[in-house]
């Protein structure tokens, strides 16, 4: 593992990953060519952009928490 990385950041890198949803617009729009109802189209696209909205979230959130414990355990061995 690169120094000053953790776990903790290695998964909120992978859960950042969830924000790339344009292979998940394409697909939908594959899957519902076809059908004439365009509120499925809709409620693909939301579902989508919502996930990928909660996933960079969690993501930010992951890696902020895991930068500030690295700070703190960087701070406690250049004091000891």
Known sequence: MP??????????????????FTM???????????CNDSNLIFQDRLGIVIGSLISGFFGYLIIKGGVNNAEKHDDLESKA
């Open 24 to 34: 998940s617009l394409f697909i939908g729009s594959l899957s519902f060519e076809q």
């Open 3 to 20: 120094t000053n990385v953790n776990w903790r950041l290695l998964y909120g890198a992978a859960t950042l990953c969830g924000v790339g």
